[in-house]
């Protein structure tokens, strides 16, 4: 089968590899659809980051290994002891294996698991290969009515959504989401699920700005042609965002939403930032901001799917396809030249 499959740093390769076989207590899909996710460039750029050099403690995986967390597939086959599906189910994965027996995942905390394994980086096989295994454990089965499109895009707006819930925000209340990808379109869009939330967004690119504006969005900044921080407080009545998300992962981002986040507010940083920077921890006194980190997603793939069913998390506009063989040039390259949101890999037309 052909999939695609991290060698090193900016060395991805559309290999032929011998298809997988479920053992038991795994599922065998034909994956349908792969997005391509922000971390992916990262790793693609920057890497191994993600990805191993020597074998992982839990999985035993290194490199190469197949690319691709963001998926949804078919099953095709299962393993011995998965009775509650079917061939012919439609499944989102969720690309996370944990060790099951630390302290956090005994919480339910799994999202801090210290040795998690990650489809895709960590794990044998990814959704950019025609057919993969998952534990039935990663499996989720997607309802009547969600379709495998949305399927793949359950992982990212799980990030999101994750993001959201740790904001605090309210019915009533302003929330700004400093950075228009993916995951800031995924913020956007739970905020407006949950409720009457005034959302302003921040984000340099004209592309996405018109995007977002197609998708609903009202306050549309564009931090280059404007004092990010001045908008936000005017647009507030002085008084600042009730909740700030950083979905941008660049300093001055982060630097705007302490500045326009309210006192007793929440910032949540969610983006990746990949270089260290410096900021002044008196505006922390003078406003008791709540900082906070978001670290993917835990046991919120249920409420995403639910809001799908809803209506929640519309992909036309923002949503787009490619085959497999052109993941470098018409999704890696224009993705980092911020020239477009979301790319899905078509991945079920390669078979």
């Given amino acids: 089968m052909r999939a695609i499959r991290f060698h090193g740093r900016e060395d991805v390769r559309l290999d032929d590899i011998p298809q997988p076989s479920p053992k038991a207590g795994e599922i065998k899909l ?31 995986v290194q ?23 079917k061939v012919g189910d439609l499944i989102a994965v969720e690309p996370v294996q944990t060790c099951g027996s630390c302290h956090w995942c005994r919480a339910g905390q799994y999202n801090h698991c210290p040795t998690p394994a990650i489809h895709g980086y960590s794990r044998d096989g990814g959704g950019l290969a025609e057919y993969t295994v998952v534990l039935r454990s990663m499996a989720h089965k997607l309802p009547v009515g969600v379709s495998a499109r949305h399927g793949a895009l359950v992982e990212p707006m799980a990030v999101s959504y994750h993001a959201v819930l740790r904001a605090h925000a309210r019915v009533g209340q302003t929330v700004a989401v400093h950075g228009g990808g993916p ?19 921040s984000e340099p690119s004209a592309e996405r700005r018109a995007i977002l504006s197609r998708l609903g969005a009202g306050h549309l900044l564009d931090p280059r042609s404007v004092n990010v921080v001045e908008a936000i407080r005017e647009l507030t009545g002085g008084r600042g965002a009730d909740a700030s998300i950083d979905a941008a992962g660049v300093p001055d981002a982060f630097k705007a ?44 793939y249920p409420a995403v799917i639910d809001l799908m069913t809803r209506g929640a998390f519309p992909l036309e506009g923002w949503v787009s396809t490619i085959p497999l063989e052109g993941f470098i040039d018409r999704g890696v390259l224009p993705l980092s030249r911020q020239q477009a949101t979301k790319i899905m890999v078509d991945v079920a037309a390669a078979s």
């Fill in 30 to 60: 034909r994956v349908l659809y792969n997005g391509i996710c922000g971390s992916d460039l990262h790793e693609y750029y920057h890497g191994p980051m993600m990805t191993l050099t020597r074998p992982h403690p839990l999985s035993g």
């Fill in 63 to 85: 490199n190469p290994v197949v690319l691709g967390h963001e998926f949804s597939g078919e099953v095709v086959e299962l393993g011995q002891g998965v009775s509650d599906l």
């Fill in 183 to 201: 995951i800031g379109v995924g913020a956007y869009l739970a905020l407006k699920a949950l409720g009457d939330i005034e959302v302003i967004i």
């Fill in 257 to 300: 939403a302490l500045a326009s986040t309210a006192p007793m507010g929440h910032l949540v940083v969610v983006a990746m930032h990949m270089e260290p920077f410096q900021f002044n921890a008196l505006s922390l006194l003078a406003g008791e901001v709540n900082i906070t980190g978001s670290k993917t997603y835990c046991n919120d």
